[in-house]
């Protein structure tokens, strides 16, 4: 099994900063990819941002050109850096990595964080 663990999140003012981080950690053969998701009250979850091995990365156009997502593979981490915060950020985020595990190297599964509570005042 794979482990996410988020942190970062808290109470923001519209216009500030919040970094969150995610580090996976267990039977880890391999990671495919990793991101950020993000659901609201009363909402879908939905994609905030992604980072696949090969570099690629992909954003919501809600936050294109607000987020960065970056990641550390010899941390097996990755982190989104949130600037420009609105109130329509509210939301929990979770971390999704794609990972294959010692024990089934050849299936990659879906492996999600707890969440972390974002929450940014008008």
């Known amino acids: 099994q794979v482990q996410l663990v988020e942190s970062g999140g808290g109470l923001v003012q519209a216009g500030g900063s919040l970094r969150l981080s995610c580090a996976a950690s267990g039977d880890i053969y391999a990671i495919n990819a990793m991101g950020w998701y993000r659901q609201a009250p009363g909402k879908q979850r939905e994609l905030v941002a992604t980072?696949?091995?090969?570099?690629?990365?992909s954003y919501a156009d809600s936050v294109k050109g607000r987020f960065t997502i970056s990641r550390d593979n010899a941390k097996n981490a990755v982190y989104l850096q949130m600037d420009s915060l609105k109130p329509e950020d509210t939301a929990v985020y979770y971390c999704?990595?794609?990972?294959?595990?010692?024990?089934?190297?050849?299936?990659?599964?879906?492996?999600w964080g707890q969440g972390t509570q974002v929450a940014v005042s008008s």
């Open positions: 999704k990595a794609v990972a294959r595990t010692r024990a089934s190297y050849y299936l990659p599964k879906d492996y």
């Open positions: 980072s696949t091995t090969g570099r690629d990365v």
